[in-house]
């Protein structure tokens, strides 16, 4: 079946540690690729986009995220993590033409001192 | 300023009952998408709406109804027949081809609870 995939539930990372969350699809075709973040009780904000060429993309916040076809994957990295980093991560996709996004599970950060 | 509000923020209701959760956007969209976000289930889209008059169902769209009578308005009615109706539900809205901007712009969600 179709789908995006977000394998970690929940990731723990120290304050200016480093940070990849993980994300993989299973289309035939390249999707158009998203990741969003959304704080607690809130609504979702659009973090990056890829549609095609360079595969390692910049975005909101500090975050950057690469496609790699080959592995059908588009992990979001930060070199350095904040505090109010924490949050929940969305990847998505838009399957083809003008559908709408189809979002993975989500991954829960949470950030220690 | 421009947004997406929703209303009402909390929502109790007693089984049987129906409930409306209103969505209005004002950045002048064509496109409204209801999504139901569940503890680790991610979003599920509910309807969408890509015009005026015209909307097409989602992947979960039994027990829920919308309408689309004006492009600023896509309210949602959670009737009597879905099952589990206690969630996080979240409106979103996005200019035309979404492929090609890629973002959708979220209201600040309508938590259900069914008592």
């Known amino acids: 079946a179709q789908s995006v995939t977000q394998p970690d539930i929940h990731i723990t990372v120290s304050e200016g540690a480093s940070l990849e969350l993980r994300c993989n699809y299973s289309?035939?075709?390249?999707?158009?690729l998203f990741w969003y973040v959304q704080s607690p009780g809130q609504g979702l904000q659009l973090l990056l986009k890829?549609?095609?060429?360079?595969?390692l993309v910049q975005g909101i916040k500090g975050f950057e995220a690469e496609f790699k076809r080959s592995q059908s994957s588009f992990n979001l990295r930060k070199p350095s993590v904040h505090w109010s980093d924490a949050a929940e991560y969305f990847c998505a996709v838009v399957p083809w033409g003008n559908t709408p996004l189809v979002f993975g599970k989500g991954t829960r950060l949470s950030v220690i001192a | 300023d421009g947004g997406i509000t929703q209303s009402p923020k909390y929502l109790f209701r007693k089984e049987g009952q129906n409930v409306t959760l209103s969505c209005e956007q004002n950045?002048?969209?064509?496109?409204m998408y209801w999504y139901r976000q569940d503890p680790g289930q991610g979003l599920r889209l509910i309807y969408y709406?890509?015009?005026?008059?015209?909307?097409q169902k989602g992947d979960i769209a039994e027990g829920y109804s919308v309408s689309r009578e004006k492009k600023e308005s896509f309210p949602l009615t959670v009737t009597s027949a879905q099952k589990n109706p206690t969630a996080f539900y979240l409106c979103?809205?996005?200019?035309?081809?979404?492929?090609?901007?890629?973002?959708?712009?979220f209201g600040e969600g309508s938590r259900l609870t069914v008592l």
């Open positions: 890829y549609f095609s060429g360079d595969t």
């Open positions: 289309y035939g075709a390249t999707p158009y």
């Open positions: 979103a809205s996005s200019m035309p081809g979404l492929a090609l901007t890629g973002e959708l712009f």
């Open positions: 709406s890509q015009i005026v008059n015209d909307f």
């Open positions: 950045l002048n969209h064509d496109a």
